[in-house]
């Protein structure tokens, strides 16, 4: 089959042809329809946080092309389908609380060339991580659903109640389904902060109710001149140093922060800040099963629309050069591959 394979930090993305997958006994093989860029994937490149020959691609929708000889239940091939892209251990603590991506010994798809990524014709699913497509749901949408999910948890655990006012801060990907989905879960303002002029335009289109440039003035005293108040939650949906401090003191009393960027460097916070509003700080990682069941659901039902978040599509032949331009400034959003194209 073709993939596009990872050679190391600083050379592009290889697009070559790979033996094609065979499934485990307890494995689904998956043609690829629609599989998506995702920020973490720009990273791990960046980085070179993962070997050579690693074949990324961890959010993806298809069909079911083979069964491995253990699988049992209702999946048949030619099923449309997505997948929680978490190969875990089931034995652990996470494990047990139905917490699979928190599994401490788990490891995902596309992030090491044991595990190859849907960057690629075909892909390699857990059978129990599958979850189908009604009839519905695109194929662009069901490559969605991983990020959606990543978003739908993080509100989730914000607890969130109609009288909320909402910041959140960062409208890629992750920050835009949370967008949808606090909205979807009454939340009467959803401010959102973002650089990205056009990054602010897709924020309006999928429901936030103002959008701020962050380089233009003081979050919290513009956000209390859009709502009244001060946000009472705060989601950080970059991950960049300062931006745990920023969220808190944005909250205002009794402010629940939930943070949903993936900062891998050393960061500081002013605890006091927190602790003279009695702030909450969540941290939010990946989703459930439920997550990606409720995602589904709500496109399945048209309670949420995601399309604006899809900016646009490539094929192998542009990928390498796309995923190279990514790193940049982004003023996209969801950039999805379509094997075929
Ligand atoms: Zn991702
Ligand atoms: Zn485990």
Redesign the pocket.
Known sequence: MRAAVFEGAGRPLAVTTVPDPAPGADEVVIEVAQA?I????LHMAEYGAVPAGTIFG??YAGTVAALGTGVRGTLRVGDRVTALPVQACHHCEACAAALPALCATGRFTGTHPELPGAYAEYVIARAGMVQALPAGVSFAEGAMV??LA?AHHAVELAHLRPDDTVLVIGAG?IGAGVIVFARAAGARHVIVSERSAARREIALSLGATAALDPAAGALPERCAAVAGVRPSVVFECVGVPGLVQAAIEATGVRGRVVVAGVCFAPDTIRPLTALMKEVSVQFSQCYTEANFASVIDALARRAVRVQPMHTHTVGFAALPETFESLRGAPGGCKVLIDPRA
């Open positions: 998506g995702c920020g973490s994937d961890h959010e991983e990020p990543v990907p």
